[in-house]
């Protein structure tokens, strides 16, 4: 069997509540729904860790969190130490099974230059090292209050400048410009599209605003930056669909961990605040091992092996990908 391409799309702090096929009456995803209904949608899976770079570090390597050296959330400075070198990467397994790989948007696993991701296996990297950036400036704020600004885009080990260009149409466009360039390769390819929607700051085009302006200000930004990413997925997949390889790529997409809330002090008390994210009817948000926290909408599609409109009540989780690409690799 001809080995699949691989499309990996990770998006942030999305809620298992945050898409139509998963339950939101508020937030419209015609192309993730659309996905969902090619392959099979899972309601039981599971991030290995309730914040982003130990869950991410999950999904690339088949390990635990402990395992490759990144059990917290990593800081934002430059230099900063991540993945462990024996903590092998997908994209590096993959290469050496002949594939192109690329990685567009968030990496957050460390930005020290042995463990950036040009060095742990994609030939190809446009995005940000640190946790999350202005979606405009691309300016990541470490310190509280905002204070230390340091820009952070780069086009794999050069720093670029997109001063206001939306960071989700980046990513996006990045993707669909590298499937059409390895649409006739010899070589299989593995796009790693990691958008760093719907994490704070809450930021959105105004087209995509203006859907959503009969929500409260706080669902309203977050549907907006929600109906962007779902409009990059059904651009990716019409990429793959317009060169003919559609059926013979794996499309797998899920978040690294449960919507995004912080602490604040009321007069009579503390209490936690969304940024406007949902985990349906599930107690918890990012940060806790509460279902809310670690229970992720995810979604597997290979037209050519698996069959279409399945709902998968099996218990999943990120690590399992790496496994399950390597062996429909072969």
């Known amino acids: ?31 993730l ?51 462990k070198p024996e903590a092998k990467t997908l994209a590096e397994h993959l290469k050496e099974f002949g594939y192109n790989t690329a990685l567009y948007g968030k990496w957050h696993l460390g930005s020290a230059e042995e463990t950036k991701p040009n060095a742990r296996g994609f030939d190809e990297y446009f995005g940000f090292q640190a946790g999350c950036v202005d979606y405009f400036s691309h300016i990541f704020y470490w ?17 670029v400048w997109h001063d206001g260009e939306y960071l989700t149409h980046l990513i996006t466009d990045k993707s669909v410009d590298f499937i059409e360039r390895n649409r006739a390769a010899d070589k299989p390819f593995f796009l790693y599209a990691a958008y760093n929607a719907p994490h704070y700051p809450m930021h959105a085009p105004e087209k995509y605003m203006n859907r959503y302006k009969h929500l409260p200000r706080d669902r309203q930004l977050m549907a907006a930056m929600i109906s962007a990413v779902d409009d990059g997925v059904g ?17 797998f997409f899920s978040s690294d961990n449960g919507p995004s809330s912080e602490s604040r002090n009321f007069l009579d008390g503390t209490e936690d605040v969304y940024y406007g994210g949902s985990a349906g009817i599930f107690r918890g948000h990012k940060g806790s091992l509460f279902e809310g926290g670690i229970r992720e ?9 698996i069959p279409a409109e399945q709902i998968c009540d099996e218990v999943g989780m990120m690590a ?4 399950t690409v390597m062996d429909f690799a072969g």
């Open 297 to 305: 909408p995810a979604i597997l599609v290979y037209p050519k092996v």
């Open 1 to 31: 069997m001809t080995k699949p391409n691989v499309v990996v799309i990770y998006c942030d702090d999305l809620g298992y509540g945050d898409l139509g096929c998963y339950g939101s009456d508020a937030i419209s995803t015609p192309h």
């Open 33 to 83: 729904d659309a996905l969902a209904e090619k392959g099979v949608r899972f309601t039981n899976w599971y991030s290995n860790s309730p914040v982003c770079s130990p869950s991410r570090a999950s999904l690339l390597t088949g390990l635990y969190p402990a395992k490759t050296g990144v059990s917290h959330i990593l800081e934002g400075k430059r230099g900063t130490a991540g993945l």
């Open 143 to 159: 310190g509280m209050p905002q204070t230390n600004p340091v820009h952070d885009l780069w086009s794999n080990e050069d720093e």
């Open 235 to 251: 651009d990716i997949m019409a990429a793959l669909k317009r060169n003919g390889i559609d059926e013979n790529t794996l499309v």
């Open 320 to 323: 399992d990908i790496l496994p």
